[in-house]
């Protein structure tokens, strides 16, 4: 594994950052840093997509959009060290990449594997350009790390596929043009075995998207509900009944997305730690908060050398390790820690929430995303048994579902 750019690398990175220094929209974004904290620069949501779109397109007329993809799909088709540099190099804008993550970073590699060359064509240089935005429709009330559980029904009908069913925390319904579903179209067989997946544009009839408040009273992700929507045979990926396989390379993609990202907050708590109180005392002298920040600092290392030792795998061809699953794992629940020992450390500050108090503001919003990243992508649960079985080799747990799907009981036995 090399930790250090080679000078191909280094002036690759020279390059990133001179286009940054010129096109970034450092102008609306006054202070790069708060970007992070997205709420009060963007407290409109059509801004912020607005902004997003804006730079997704300067990035993609300059040459700097998609990196990893193919040319003729819209990237630029370069390695994925190449991508990990412009990513470090884009740190102050990533919240601009929000809107994007799903179409670009699980969708189109799903797309990429599994829909005609016509569709891809079709497809995916509008989602590089950002010009359309996609959404995964996976997770459903009864279905979410037990996955492989959907209940949305797809039923036979002339030409294609008629969809009743309801899918819930689908992240971005809301503003995206298309989503791509995974439903049932065999309860005959093994669950695994009778998952179709199908793609539809989010104005179809019969969908109705309803947002879901957070805590934080934004309202990123929706409801969904599909009554008789009609679906195209054109628009089944990968194969009837095959839709399993098709779900993992998206599963696949969105765990090596999100498992990239390392702890949140590790600058900001510094800086809080350094901060004098009226006395003069700085939390940072105490040797107890010293040895939680050099914790959290050592986490942070561990999981970026994960990424980059994943990386340098794929780069020479390997499929990736377990690290995303750590990485996830570590970095969210320290993010999550992180966020709770600045609110500590603020105090009356973080209970009073002024207008303006930048660090009460991020370490609360922190808080809540800390929460958020544990469940999305996996749980730590999920992410603990994917490590228990693949990595240590344990007994995988017992199973009550290995029969057809229609026979998989749906509540405890009434006693
Ligand atoms: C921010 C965010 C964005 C999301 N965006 C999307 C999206 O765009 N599209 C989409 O389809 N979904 C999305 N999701 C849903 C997400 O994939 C699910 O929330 C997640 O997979 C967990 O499923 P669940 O919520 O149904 O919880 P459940 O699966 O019901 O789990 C409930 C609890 O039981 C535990 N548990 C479950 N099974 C086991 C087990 N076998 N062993 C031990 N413990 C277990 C879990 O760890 C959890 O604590 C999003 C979620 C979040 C938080």
Redesign the pocket.
């Known amino acids: 594994m090399n930790l250090h750019d080679t000078p191909e690398q280094a002036a690759f990175r020279e390059r990133a950052r001179d286009f940054i220094r010129e096109h970034a929209p450092w102008d609306q974004v006054q202070q790069a840093r708060r970007l992070r904290f997205a709420g009060k620069p963007f407290a409109d949501e059509a801004d912020w997509i607005a902004l997003s779109r804006r730079w997704q397109q300067i990035k993609h007329a300059h040459g700097w959009a998609c990196l990893v993809w193919p040319r003729e799909c819209g990237g630029q088709g370069l390695s994925p060290i190449e991508n990990v540099i412009f990513q470090q190099e884009e740190q102050d804008f990533v919240e601009l990449n929000g809107p994007f993550m799903?179409s670009q970073g699980f969708i189109a590699p799903t797309l990429m594997s599994f829909a005609s060359e016509a569709q891809q064509r079709e497809f995916l240089p509008a989602i590089a350009r950002g010009d359309t935005v996609w959404?995964?429709?996976?997770?459903?009330?009864?279905?979410?790390?037990?996955?492989a559980g959907v209940r949305t029904r797809a039923e036979r009908v002339a030409g294609g596929w008629t969809l009743k069913g309801q899918?819930?925390?689908?992240?971005?319904?809301h503003y995206a043009a298309w989503g791509m579903a995974?439903v049932r179209t065999d309860a005959d067989v093994v669950k695994h075995k009778g998952l179709t997946m199908v793609f539809m544009k989010m104005d179809s009839p019969g969908i109705t998207v309803r947002p879901i408040e957070e805590l934080s009273g934004h309202a990123?992700?929706n409801e969904v509900f599909l009554d008789e929507v009609f679906v195209p045979d054109a628009q089944v990926l990968g194969g009837v009944n095959q839709g399993w396989s098709v779900a993992l390379t998206t599963l696949m993609n969105e765990r090596m997305t999100i498992g990239a990202s390392t702890p949140m907050g590790i600058e900001e708590i510094f800086e809080l730690a350094m901060q004098p109180d009226a006395d003069g005392r700085r939390p940072i002298d105490s040797e107890s908060v010293r040895m939680k920040l050099a914790e959290w600092h050592t986490k942070d290392c561990g999981i970026r050398y994960g990424v980059q030792r994943m990386l340098t795998a794929i780069a020479a061809g390997a499929s990736p390790g377990p690290e995303a699953s750590v990485g996830k794992l570590v970095g969210a629940n320290a993010t999550q820690e992180i966020a709770a020992f600045g609110l500590d450390l603020l105090g009356n500050r973080a209970l009073a929430q002024a207008d303006g108090d930048d660090a009460a503001y991020c370490f609360h919003w922190m808080f809540h995303f800390g929460?958020?990243?544990?469940?999305?992508?996996?749980?730590?649960?999920?992410m603990?048994?994917v490590l228990a079985e693949r990595v240590l080799g344990l007994p995988a747990?017992h199973r009550a579902d290995k029969g057809p799907f229609r026979d998989v009981p749906t509540a405890p036995p009434a006693a």
């Open positions: 799903i959404c995964q429709m996976f997770s459903e009330p009864g279905a979410g790390s037990d996955l899918k819930v925390w689908t992240s971005g319904a995974l990123h992700f929460a958020l990243h544990r469940v999305e992508g996996g749980t730590d649960e999920i603990r048994n747990e």
